[in-house]
């Protein structure tokens, strides 16, 4: 099976980096490469962030909806941080450890749901609740 060529650290690096505040630059750089759309990158000792994980511990909602309406693979903190809380009891339930699951830098999931305001509100109060 032929692949394409890795892609470029520094493009990897630049986009999950403006994906914590930088719309309209994601915009462009998925443009120009739309494989960046789940690409990771290791801020060290397996830090791994994906732009997702970036805009979700930042709050950026508008950066998550962008990046899943292309393709981003949701995930927990994502989720928690966008109050999706059907999905956060779902996992939880049947991974109850997930509930104290860190993210990208160690940041906690509750953490993630807080960044997300008042629309993570409900999602917030559940973690909040054992």
């Known amino acids: 099976m032929d692949r394409p060529p890795a892609l470029s650290l520094e493009l990897v690096q630049e ?19 739309p494989a960046l759309v789940n690409a990771t990158w290791d801020w060290g000792g397996g830090d791994w ?17 962008y990046l899943l309406e292309h393709g981003a693979r949701l995930d927990l903190f ?9 999905i956060v009891k779902a996992i939880i339930a049947d991974y109850p450890a997930a509930r104290h699951a ?25 973690l909040q609740m054992e």
């Open 15 to 33: 986009f999950v980096g403006n994906a914590h505040s930088d719309l309209a630059r994601v915009q462009e750089l998925l443009a120009q490469q």
């Open 49 to 65: 962030e994906t732009g997702l994980g970036a805009a979700a511990h930042m709050g950026r909602a508008d950066i998550a909806h």
């Open 78 to 86: 994502a989720a928690a941080m966008l109050g999706r809380l059907e």
């Open 102 to 126: 860190l993210g990208p830098h160690s940041i906690p999931l509750l953490a993630h749901a807080k960044a997300g305001g008042e629309a993570a509100a409900v999602v917030v109060a559940f």
